[in-house]
């Protein structure tokens, strides 16, 4: 019965897809249909539309190389051949640049060396801010990118700003760009009379190319940003209505007959550390003094050729990484939380394999915060020790990753190809028993992480077909870590193409996931919060207690037209079957899902009246499950614009119908949930400020009358001067939830109205002393305090009446008081100077402090905000440096 089901589910979604290409052809033929008695030219929008190729020479260097001190008065860039008539990309995309800008390029065995002269009439404005390495603050830029695969779909960015400040970013799928990208390289600048100059050294051991022994042909862009008129403007002119960027790079030729090159780095690493636990308990033997640690690694970079190079990290250290934002998480699903660490941030873009679109692209089968997560097991677990009042235990916070490699690169004929794979160690907490027995409690397996990833582009980078495998293999050692899969597997495939000037594109995913395990794991796994095999109503899945093993798939489709002007669109839907899940090496919040969506954008890029550009948005959507059952329907419109003197506005309203909720009661039967509205809105002065503001807020409001929402967000920013500035981004929400999920006790599932406030402040602050040399502090305090009132049983989830879905319950007389009152200050102050190309030492104090009040939850600002900055907390003293070698 369960097979026919799937099958009928697999046919119903093969119909929606077939159904949506039709229209989809259809929609797309009719925009490109020529007037018959249109002309030839008018009938070929690609020859209309089409850009003539801005060319430039490189040449090799005779006269003794090239000094570096961004001024261009070696006798070599005097023979060089040069680039110019740079045309406007914001904000008058197609007129001609309002500076003048030449560029010339010359190379060695080496290295390739770019400079730019950055004319400017006004060289007493030029802006010239410092800031951290990677920081594009405003300012005067010059950017400089290379199609060194000669794909149009990737480039190698490098980029300066008059003051010496160094941004490098790797481009993919021809428009995003990925600022996690680092190279050893270096730059010099120089300010003059007649404006600005960069002079670029880029060795080629730093750039991915193909050896062919002869000469080179590569695409090439160049950008210059004048902050001043707010004026982008490029050397090979991009079209701002076209959803493409390195595909309109210009060509750079006459780099021939380099050398093989030598591509071994080593950075190795050497730590310090002392953890101060500020006001210990005295009874905790863990948290009683303070605690000293070193610790060594390195990391290896080899060339396996040009253009594919091997990465390696042994007991890599991110003592240096920014810690994560505080939040209270009272919903069913696992937070969300980027990746910060550098070895995983360099190079994931080959391993990205979202499975949504929109703002769901979070959900992807490779998420690299799996490896070396938090253990998941607590070593005080009630189950094991039924009384623990008098044990304390010292759990690691993170598993230990041993070592990572990864294989990441592009062959001659167009393959993209990325392998990573992490082993991380088995974790033990030590745990104190009463009468000081101490003994070790395994609270995390060794495990094996694996992806594997490969897209082949055809059709000059417009047609993508890729593949993906991720696979994670657990040595579990006893029966408290049995909940753990065992192995978990998943795999893909996606493709993608572009066609009518790159206006239009379809992307179509298919996906699925084989977990094995002990019965215990596939219990956790059926009783997740992604699924809920066991709700009592649903009669399209069963909850299975001696399955040790699970399987599912699913599916994306979605497609449109995401270029040209006025007007785009897309329309597109998901599938996920029941079974499917991803969360061992990737993240999902939900299978068991079908869900349709379709949009409509009105776009201006053109300045009309008083706005400089601006945008209309429409989406509609519409979900339902696997057993038929509508969880969603809705749709919203928003807009965005530009005004003349840069400020930003913003805003929208969105609205859900009535639907039903299977994840309401977690794992208790569907219940309808009420209509609601949503709104966000918002505005932002110019950036380009000494003092910059901003606000954003939202409301929402279900129809229960009894359940609403407000946040206030204000935003200032501050630079006093050129190497300072001061971030501070306040938040305040209110919030009255008639539904929120309390507990489940003895088959009544309880809700309560939770009258919840939060507090909050994000602080940066960032001193730059020199190019090299940043002092770097965030901090965050927190304040969560929430307060239940009206606790009811659901009696009747589908009434039509919506008190008629509720009964009261005393919940007191069963369970303690579930009011909170939660305070945590996160901090991190960390001064970075970058020694030598490549090496850098750090010096970092990090700050951890948590109060948490059971029974408690009246808010009360003064209180509370004694409390955070007065609380005992985890303090972390720690110096690292590390040395660049190239072998």
Known sequence: METKRYLRQVLEFGIMVSLFILTFSALSTAQVLPDSTASVKEQSPTIEKSIPQTLLKALRIRNGGIHLDGILDESDWARAPSGSGFTQHEPENGLASTERTVVKIVYDDRAIYVGVRAYDTEPDKIVANLSRRDDECPSDWIYIAFDSYNDKRTAFEFSVNPAGVKMDAFWFDCTERDMNWNAVWDVATNIDDEGWTAEFSIPFSQIRFAENGGAHSW???????????????????????????????????????????????????????????????????????????????????????????????????????????????????????????????????????????????????????????????YALDTE????????????????????????????????????????????????????????????????????????????????????????????????????????????????????????????????????????????????????????????????????????????????????????????????????????????????????????????????????????????????????????????????????????????????????????????????????????????????????????????????????????????????????????????????????????EIDGHYVLGHLDMRVLMLTARLNYTVTPDMTVQFYGMPYIAAGSYTDYREVVLPHAKDYDDRFAPFDYLAYEDNPDFNFKQFRSNLVFRWEFSPGSALYLVWSRGATDYEEEYGEFSPGRDLDHVFSTPGDNTFLIKINKWFSL
Not at 254 to 260: A, M, R, S, T, V
Not at 272 to 292: I, K, M, T, W
Not at 666 to 676: K, N, T, Y
Request: proline share 5%; hydrophobic share 35%; aromatic share 14%.
């Open 219 to 377: 695409g090439f862009q160049v950008f210059r940003q004048i902050d001043r008129k707010n004026e982008v403007a490029c050397w090979a002119p991009v079209p701002r209505e076209n959803n493409q960027f390195i595909a309109h790079f210009g060509r750079l030729e006459g780099i021939e007959n380099l050398p093989k090159f030598k591509r071994l780095e080593i950075l190795p690493y050497a730590v310090a550390s002392v953890d101060n636990y500020g006001d210990p308990e005295v009874d905790d033997p863990f948290r009683n003094s303070l605690q000293g640690d070193s610790r060594f690694g390195a990391d290896i970079k080899y060339g396996i050729t040009s253009n594919i190079t091997l990465d390696m990290t042994i007991n890599p250290d991110f003592g240096q990484v920014e810690q994560d934002p505080s939040e209270f998480n009272l919903t069913a699903y696992e937070s969300y939380f980027e990746e910060k660490r550098p070895f995983f941030m360099e190079g994931s873009n080959i391993f990205q394999y979202q499975l949504m679109f929109g703002d769901g692209d979070f959900e992807r089968l490779f998420y690299s915060r799996r490896i070396g997560r938090s253990p998941q097991f």
């Open 384 to 743: 094991r020790w039924p009384d623990t009042d008098d044990f304390y235990e010292d759990s690691p916070q993170f598993t230990t990753i041993l070592g990572a490699a990864k294989i990441t690169g592009r062959t001659s004929n167009g393959w993209s190809i990325g392998v990573l794979e992490a082993l991380t160690d088995r974790e033990e907490a030590e745990v104190s028993a009463p009468g000081g027995e101490r003994f070790g409690v395994a609270v995390e397996p060794m495990t094996n992480y694996l992806v594997g990833r490969t897209v082949k582009d055809f059709n000059e980078g417009r047609s993508t077909l890729g593949i993906i495998a991720t696979s994670v293999v657990r040595e579990i050692p006893n029966d408290d870590l049995a909940f753990l899969n065992r192995s978990a597997f998943t795999g893909g495939i996606d493709l993608s193409h572009r066609w009518h000037d790159d206006e239009y594109q379809i992307i179509a995913k298919a996906f699925g996931s084989h977990m094995r395990g002990s019965e215990e794991a596939m219990i956790e796994l059926q009783e997740s919060s992604a699924r809920y095999f066991q709700r009592p109503d649903a009669d399209h899945v069963k909850l299975d207690p001696t399955a040790t093993s699970l399987n599912g798939y699913g599916g994306v489709l979605w497609g449109g037209k995401f270029g040209g002007k006025p007007w785009r669109f897309g329309l597109g839907g998901i599938t996920r079957s029941p079974g499917f899940e991803a969360n061992d090496m990737g993240y999902m919040r939900d299978a068991d899902i079908n869900l349709g969506v379709f949009w409509a954008q009105y776009r201006r890029f053109e300045p009309i009246g008083i706005f400089q550009q601006f945008n209309c948005n429409t989406n509609i959507w519409y979900g339902w499950n696997y057993g038929r059952e509508v969880f969603g329907k809705g749709g919203n419109i928003n807009g965005w614009m530009e005004l003349k003197n840069y400020w930003e506005i913003y805003g929208g309203i969105s609205g859900d119908l009535e639907a039903l909720s299977t994840r309401q009661l977690r794992g208790g039967p569907s219940i309808l949930e009420p209509a609601q509205l949503y709104s966000w809105y918002g505005f932002h002065t110019d950036r380009r400020k000494k003092i910059s503001l901003g606000f954003e807020g939202n409301y929402s409001k279900a129809f229960d009358g009894k359940t609403h929402s407000t946040r206030y967000s204000p935003r200032i920013t501050i630079r006093p001067s050129g190497r300072f500035d001061l971030s501070l981004s306040p938040s305040y929400r209110i919030s009255e939830n008639d539904m929120q999920y309390v507990d």
